[in-house]
C-alpha cells in the first residue's frame, strides 16, 4: 500500500549544477503532476502526464526545466544549470486519472547555493 | 483563469474551540474543490473534496465544508479542534492542474 514516493527527500546544489529529482507514483496511477513550492506559498503547477505522454507542460519557468515519463510509471525532473531562484521543494502527485483526486508525495526539498 | 484566494495567513485557535478557514476560488465551469493539510516537511494530505452533489462535504479527522456557488467559497470547518490539528491548510481548485491557495496557518493553544 506503497503512497507516492520521491528521492532524494533533500538535495543542496551549487549554482550552475543539473539536478535529477525522481517520482515513484501510485501503481496503477494513470496521471503524473510535478508542482513547485516555494518557502511560504502555495504549490504551483509545473507539468502533468498521463501515461508516458506529457500533455501540459505550461508552468514549467524556463528551458532549463525538463521532465520526462518514458515508460509511464516513474518520472524524472531535471533541472539543468540550477539558479538560487530554483531553491524550492518540488512535489509529484499522481491519480488514477486526469480529473480525479491527485495523491501527493512527501516532496524533494532543493536548495541551490 | 482559475484562482484561489485564503484570506487568513494566521489564525490562533484554543484547543476545543471551533476553527473555520475561509476559501474563495475563481473558475470557468463547476469546480473542483479540494482542501489539503500539509505538517511541517511533510506533503499533502486530502482532507476532503467536492466534485458535484451535495454542497456540504465530510473528510477525515472530524473537518467539512461547504461549496457555496452564489459566494464563491468553500470554507472549511471544524466543531473542536486538537492539538494535532496544527499545520498548514491548502485550498485548491481544478481538474488536472490544480491551483492553490497561499495557504492559512493554523496554531493550537493549550
Known amino acids: 500500500g506503497a503512497g507516492v514516493s520521491q528521492s532524494p527527500r533533500y538535495k543542496v546544489a551549487k549554482r550552475g549544477q543539473d539536478v535529477a529529482l525522481r517520482c515513484d507514483p501510485i501503481?496503477?496511477?494513470?496521471?503524473l503532476f510535478w508542482y513547485q513550492q516555494a518557502l511560504g506559498q502555495g504549490p504551483e503547477f509545473l507539468t502533468y502526464?498521463?501515461?508516458?505522454?506529457?500533455?501540459?507542460k505550461s508552468g514549467l519557468p524556463s528551458d532549463r526545466f525538463f521532465a520526462e515519463r518514458p515508460e509511464g510509471s516513474v518520472s524524472t525532473l531535471k533541472i539543468q544549470r540550477t539558479q538560487q531562484e530554483d531553491s524550492a521543494v518540488y512535489l509529484c502527485?499522481?491519480?488514477?486519472?486526469?480529473?480525479?483526486?491527485?495523491?501527493f508525495g512527501p516532496g524533494t526539498r532543493l536548495t541551490v547555493l | 483563469a482559475q484562482s484561489v484566494t485564503q484570506p487568513d495567513i494566521h489564525i490562533t485557535v484554543s484547543e476545543g474551540a471551533s476553527l473555520e478557514l475561509r476559501c474563495n476560488y475563481s473558475y470557468g465551469a463547476t469546480p473542483y474543490l479540494f482542501w489539503y493539510v500539509q505538517s511541517p516537511g511533510q506533503g499533502l494530505q486530502l482532507l476532503l473534496k467536492?466534485?458535484?452533489?451535495?454542497?456540504l462535504v465530510q473528510g477525515i479527522k472530524g473537518f467539512e465544508a461547504e461549496f457555496k456557488r452564489s459566494q464563491s467559497s468553500f470554507n472549511l470547518r471544524k466543531p473542536s479542534v486538537h492539538w494535532s490539528d496544527a499545520a498548514e491548510y491548502f485550498c485548491a481548485v481544478g481538474r488536472y492542474k490544480l491551483s492553490f491557495g497561499a495557504g492559512t496557518t493554523v496554531t493550537v493553544r493549550a
Open positions: 501503481s496503477g496511477h494513470v496521471s
Open positions: 502526464f498521463q501515461n508516458e505522454a506529457q500533455l501540459d
Open positions: 502527485a499522481s491519480s488514477l486519472a486526469g480529473g480525479d483526486t491527485q495523491y
Open positions: 467536492y466534485f458535484s452533489g451535495d454542497t
